[in-house]
T-cell receptor, first 113, second 116 residues
Framework: GQQVMQIPQYQHVQEGEDFTTYCNSS?????IQWYKQRPGGHPVFLIQ?????EVKKQKRLTFQFGEAKKNSSLHITATQTTDVGTYFC?????????????FGQGTELSVKP | GAVVSQHPSRVICKSGTSVKIECRSL??????MFWYRQFPKQSLMLMAT?????????EQGVEKDKFLINHASLTLSTLTVTSAHPEDSSFYIC????????????FGPGTRLTVL
């Protein structure tokens, strides 16, 4: 069945270091979305990528969508303690027009001050 | 804009009781709402899709008689966990998809259910 895989599962960094999480789909995606969930909180929508090879930036966050639209990455430059949380990628379930998403397992980021 | 509320945020109940969780889209109409379950340190698992005015669609392995979903209006969906047991303890999160901007989902703050 359709799968979305994320690596790494955990990442511990020193404040100021960079961080990257990778997302791979077993199928071509029409779009990919990224969410951030703070500890004890709920997922918050960060961004959606639609075009092949698309790159979008939000301050220190850089999102990429692969040429084949099967993989994506989120890169954070110079992490801060406010970046702590779990980052999920999600893609639409194929052959479903109802908006269902399939989530990756998430990458939990911890930042040591 | 695009705020989704959930109530209650936290509930503790005895085994065998039923618990109702409400999900409301506060400033937009949501033709579709989704109910997820999340265990600690795990990803979100979709339980069901709720469409206004029609029966919910449940994912494989989710008991529809156990988790009753009602989508009474374009701004309200409810999940009732019937005859709750300790294994139902989890974090339940709803999300709402606006009628426009249909590729986005906005998540509620979640409800943490503890069944004793």
């Amino acid at each position: 069945g359709q799968q979305v895989m994320q690596i790494p599962q955990y990442q511990h960094v020193q404040e100021g270091e960079d961080f990257t999480t990778y997302c791979n789909s077993s199928t071509t995606l029409s779009n990919i979305q990224w969410y951030k969930q703070r500890p004890g909180g709920h997922p918050v929508f960060l961004i959606q990528l639609v075009k092949s090879g698309e790159v979008k930036k939000q301050k220190r966050l850089t999102f990429q969508f692969g040429e084949a639209k099967k993989n994506s990455s989120l890169h954070i430059t110079a992490t801060q303690t406010t970046d702590v949380g779990t980052y999920f990628c999600a893609g639409p379930v194929i052959y479903n027009q109802g908006g269902k998403l399939i989530f990756g397992q998430g990458t939990e980021l911890s930042v040591k001050p | 804009g695009a705020v989704v509320s959930q109530h209650p945020s936290r509930v503790i109940c005895k085994s065998g009781t039923s618990v109702k969780i409400e999900c409301r889209s506060l400033d937009f109409q949501a033709t579709t709402m989704f109910w997820y379950r999340q265990f600690p340190k795990q990803s979100l698992m979709l339980m069901a899709t709720s469409n206004e005015g029609s029966k919910a669609t449940y994912e494989q392995g989710v008991e529809k008689d156990k988790f009753l979903i009602n989508h009474a209006s374009l701004t309200l969906s409810t999940l009732t966990v019937t005859s709750a047991h300790p294994e139902d303890s989890s974090f339940y999160i709803c999300s709402a998809r606006p009628a426009v901007r249909y590729n986005e989902q906005f998540f509620g703050p979640g409800t943490r259910l503890t069944v004793l």
